[in-house]
């Protein structure tokens, strides 16, 4: 069975930082992984993206102040986010897409074939 739990979510005031941890159990080899977030009544968006090469992408929005890391000796994916702003609160997701499929860039999120269940950031003014 496969899982995603994600960690490290916390409420922090603006220019504050985070990290994001996320376990993967059960799923192992080569896959493109993104961490997505969802803001009340908003899509959720993808915010970070990192290829099967390691190589990251990200969002306009968040560019210069996240950065999406993988190690794979203890299949984990992490986000550490400097600088936060109250525009980042949202509920935040680990996603996974299919095994030994490799994506470069950003990707949609009809794309994912695992999601973990959530972490809520918070950044307050």
């Known amino acids: 069975q496969v899982q995603l739990v994600e960690s490290g979510g916390g409420a922090v005031q603006a220019g504050g930082s985070l990290r994001l941890s996320c376990a993967v159990y059960g799923y192992y080899g080569w896959y493109s992984m993104a961490w997505f977030r969802q803001a009340p009544g908003k899509e959720r968006e993808g915010v970070s993206f990192?290829?099967?090469?390691?190589?990251?992408t990200y969002a306009d929005s968040v560019k210069g102040r996240f950065t999406i890391s993988r190690d794979n000796a203890k299949n984990t994916l992490y986000l550490q986010m400097n600088n936060l702003k109250p525009e980042d609160t949202a509920m935040y997701f680990c996603?996974?897409?299919?095994?030994?499929?490799?994506?470069?860039?950003?990707?949609?999120?009809?794309?994912?074939?695992?999601w973990g269940q959530g972490t809520q950031v918070t950044v307050s003014s």
């Open positions: 990192i290829g099967c090469d390691g190589k990251p």
């Open positions: 996603a996974a897409v299919a095994p030994n499929v490799c994506y470069s860039g950003s990707w949609s999120a009809s794309l994912v074939k695992f």
